[in-house]
């Protein structure tokens, strides 16, 4: 590989890196999400062309909720799918949910934070119960440079994503990469972008949302593309 090539891949994965970074610390910071007027458990399903039925993600949830611990029937079992070399959820279990009071003024608002909606209308127990639904058994070590797996919201609470589990699947892999080239990771950098795009008025926000739940990787080059020139985030 070129020296050069190899610099320009090493200085995209900082960029992107800080990008998430950045992200994370802006998400965690204290702020009185009251003036929002935010109502923090609304969520309302992303139609899909591509699920089986309009009951299916329904009963898929309900029988996460109902029995946590029993394993799928045969043939019910979520099953990603991938494009572009990368993962996608199954539209039958996660066809990907908004909030609806999460309008554009208010992620256009510098003072909001994620953290005004993450955690409120499903918990950290609901969320991992989303492994069983696809057969994934629940990692250890998950954090850090040993992270292998992200309990991603299909449609990012950045760009008005609900916080339920029609809109959270176990995003994994690939293995034997850096940290930063992990699936969850490289969305991250897509989720950075498309916000700053809402943000500046430059994407519709509802055209967004519908895209990035039908298949997040067609934003990936564009994304890796403003991150290369300091504009991802």
Same mark, same amino acid.
């Given at each position: 590989?070129?020296?050069? !090539?190899?610099?320009?891949?090493?200085?995209?994965?900082? !960029?992107?890196?800080? $990008?998430?970074?950045?992200?994370? %610390?802006?998400?965690?910071?204290?702020?009185?999400?009251?003036?929002?007027?935010?109502?923090?458990?609304?969520?309302?399903?992303?139609?899909?062309? =591509?699920?089986?039925?309009?009951?299916?993600?329904?009963?898929?949830?309900?029988?996460?909720?109902?029995?946590? #611990?029993?394993?799928? *029937?045969?043939?019910?079992?979520?099953?990603?799918?991938?494009? #572009?070399?990368?993962?996608? *959820?199954?539209?039958?279990? !996660?066809?990907? $949910?908004? #909030?609806?009071?999460?309008?554009?003024?208010?992620?256009? #608002?510098?003072?909001?934070?994620?953290?005004?909606?993450?955690?409120?209308?499903?918990?950290?127990?609901?969320?991992?119960?989303? @492994?069983?639904? @696809?057969?994934?058994?629940?990692?250890?070590?998950?954090?850090? %440079? !040993?992270?292998?797996?992200?309990?991603?919201?299909?449609?990012?609470?950045?760009?008005?994503?609900?916080?339920?589990?029609?809109?959270?699947?176990?995003?994994?892999?690939?293995?034997?990469?850096?940290? %930063?080239?992990?699936?969850?990771?490289?969305?991250?950098?897509?989720?950075? @972008?498309?916000?700053?795009? %809402?943000?500046?008025?430059?994407? =519709?926000?509802?055209?967004?949302?519908?895209?990035?739940?039908?298949?997040?990787?067609?934003?990936? $080059?564009?994304?890796?593309?403003?991150?290369?020139?300091? =504009?991802?985030?």
């Amino acid at each position: 590989m070129p020296a050069m !090539t190899r610099i320009t891949g090493l200085l995209l994965a900082i !960029t992107m890196a800080l $990008a998430s970074w950045q992200h994370s %610390v802006h998400a965690e910071e204290t702020v009185d999400c009251t003036q929002f007027k935010i109502e923090d458990q609304q969520s309302q399903p992303l139609p899909t062309k =591509n699920a089986s039925s309009p009951g299916a993600t329904q009963n898929v949830i309900s029988r996460i909720l109902s029995q946590p #611990n029993a394993p799928s *029937p045969p043939g019910q079992q979520c099953q990603p799918h991938s494009s #572009n070399g990368f993962q996608l *959820p199954d539209p039958n279990c !996660t066809p990907g $949910a908004i #909030n609806p009071s999460l309008t554009s003024d208010v992620l256009r #608002n510098p003072h909001f934070r994620t953290s005004c909606v993450r955690g409120h209308a499903t918990s950290e127990e609901q969320k991992n119960k989303t @492994y069983i639904a @696809y057969g994934i058994p629940h990692p250890g070590h998950n954090t850090g %440079v !040993t992270q292998t797996c992200e309990l991603d919201h299909l449609v990012s609470l950045e760009l008005g994503g609900a916080d339920t589990l029609d809109n959270i699947w176990p995003q994994c892999g690939p293995p034997g990469v850096a940290l %930063v080239h992990r699936f969850f990771k490289e969305k991250d950098a897509v989720e950075n @972008y498309l916000a700053k795009q %809402v943000r500046e008025g430059v994407m =519709n926000l509802k055209e967004v949302q519908q895209g990035i739940a039908a298949d997040w990787t067609q934003y990936l $080059a564009d994304a890796k593309k403003a991150c290369r020139m300091g =504009n991802c985030r």
